[in-house]
């Protein structure tokens, strides 16, 4: 079993930058995790993972080269640094977790979910 719980969601302005935390437990070490989101009316689309035991990452075309997926080993947290953030990426954020250390981008695919955490950004 993995547990999951997001924070750092907020609101901000075009431009500006937050950073979301993943706290995980239980057996994170053989599992992929990643982060998703959803906007209102849209389907949950990925945006980033990482292989929790080689810290492989694998990104959204979308938000490349402004967001950065790291983990923390010794915290058990994986972190979602957003920056140069578009009004167009208002959503809920979510963690996610998968039992292999394959990075796939598809959300059936992962096997424990966060609650989630809104980030608003506003024009």
């Known amino acids: 079993q993995v547990q999951l719980v997001e924070s750092g969601g907020g609101l901000v302005q075009a431009g500006g930058s937050l950073r979301l935390s993943c706290a995980a437990s239980g057996r994170t070490f053989q599992t992929t995790v990643g982060w998703f989101r959803q906007a209102p009316g849209k389907e949950r689309e990925f945006v980033s993972a990482?292989?929790?035991?080689?810290?492989?990452?694998s990104y959204a075309d979308s938000v490349k080269g402004r967001f950065t997926i790291s983990r923390d080993n010794a915290k058990n947290t994986v972190y979602l640094q957003m920056n140069s953030l578009k009004p167009e990426e208002t959503a809920v954020y979510y963690c996610?977790?998968?039992?292999?250390?394959?990075?796939?981008?598809?959300?059936?695919?992962?096997?424990?979910w966060g609650q989630g955490t809104q980030v608003t950004v506003s024009s």
């Open positions: 996610a977790a998968r039992r292999s250390y394959t990075i796939v981008i598809v959300a059936g695919a992962y096997d424990y």
């Open positions: 990482i292989n929790w035991n080689s810290g492989s990452t």
